[in-house]
C-alpha cells in the first residue's frame, strides 16, 4: 500500500467519513478492519515505507499464524479438509491419504504453506483413481524440498512395501533427471533400462520431464 494511500486509510479510520471518487458528497462509515501481512511491518516502519500511526490504529488485536513448517501438527487436519473439499467437487469417493503420503507432507517444508497444501492435494485428487492417496499422485516438487534433517533415519517400516519400493523409486527417477538435466536417453543410460521403459514409469509417477531440463 502506497504511503499515499496510508494518510486517506488512517484519515477513514480516525473520523469515520470519507468522500467517494468523483463525489463531494462525505459519508460517514462504522467499521471493523481486519488487516493481513506476510512482511514485518516494524522493519516496513524503520525504512519509511509504513506509517507508524496507521501500525497502532491497526494493532489493536495482533493475532500471529506461524507458517506450516512450525506447526505441523496441523498438516494431516487441513490436507483432510481439503480432501473432503475436493473429493466432493470431483465426484469421488477418496476416504484418506498413504502413510507414505502423510511422511512426505509432515516432512515437507511448505514454503507456499497452506496455499501450496491446498494445490498438492487438489492436484492429487484430480490424479487418482483409487479411494487413497498415493505417493504415485502427489506434484513432484514435493520430493525436492524435504527436510534433510534425520534423513538418515527415514527407513519407514509401517507401510507395505509395495508403497516404500515406488515411493524410493520416485525419488531416484526425479535425482536421476535432476542429474541429467532432464536428458532422456542419458537417464536411460544410466539407469540401464529402455527409454520407452523410462517414459512408462514417469508417467506412472506423474513426472514430467520439461520441469528438469535447463
Known amino acids: 500500500m502506497p504511503l499515499s494511500l496510508q494518510a486517506k486509510i488512517l484519515r477513514v ?11 463531494t ?13 506476510n512482511v514485518n511491518l516494524r ?24 507458517p506450516l513448517r512450525e506447526r505441523r501438527e496441523d498438516i494431516l487436519l487441513i490436507a483432510q479438509h481439503f480432501l473432503e473439499k475436493y ?22 517444508d511448505w514454503p507456499g504453506n ?9 492436484s492429487s485428487c484430480a490424479l487418482t483413481t483409487d479411494e487413497t492417496i498415493d505417493v504415485k499422485n502427489l506434484p513432484s516438487h514435493l520430493f525436492g524440498n524435504v527436510i534433510q534433517s534425520n534423513k538418515n533415519e527415514f527407513i519407514p517400516i509401517n507401510r507395505p512395501l509395495k508403497e516404500t519400493m515406488d515411493y ?10 535432476k542429474f541429467c538435466n532432464g536428458n532422456i ?9 529402455a527409454r520407452q521403459n523410462l517414459h512408462s514409469k514417469l508417467k506412472i509417477y506423474n513426472i514430467n520431464v ?3 531440463r535447463k
Do not use: C
Open 13 to 23: 479510520i480516525e473520523s469515520g467519513e470519507f468522500t467517494p471518487l468523483g463525489s
Open 168 to 177: 524410493y523409486e520416485r525419488e531416484y527417477l526425479i535425482q536421476l533427471l
Open 87 to 108: 473429493s466432493i467437487k470431483m465426484n469421488k469417493k477418496i476416504k484418506g491419504f498413504s502413510e507414505g503420503v502423510k511422511e512426505i507432507f509432515l516432512r515437507y
Open 114 to 122: 497452506v496455499r501450496e497444501l491446498e494445490n498438492a492435494v487438489e
Open 43 to 66: 522493519d516496513r516502519i524503520l525504512e519509511n515505507r509504513f506509517r507508524e500511526d496507521l501500525y497502532y490504529r491497526l494493532n489493536v488485536v495482533n493475532i500471529n499464524i506461524p
Open 185 to 193: 536417453t542419458k537417464a536411460s543410460q544410466i539407469a540401464q533400462i
Open 25 to 37: 458528497v462525505v459519508l460517514k462509515t462504522d467499521v471493523r478492519i481486519i488487516s493481513a501481512t
Open 210 to 212: 520439461k520441469d528438469f
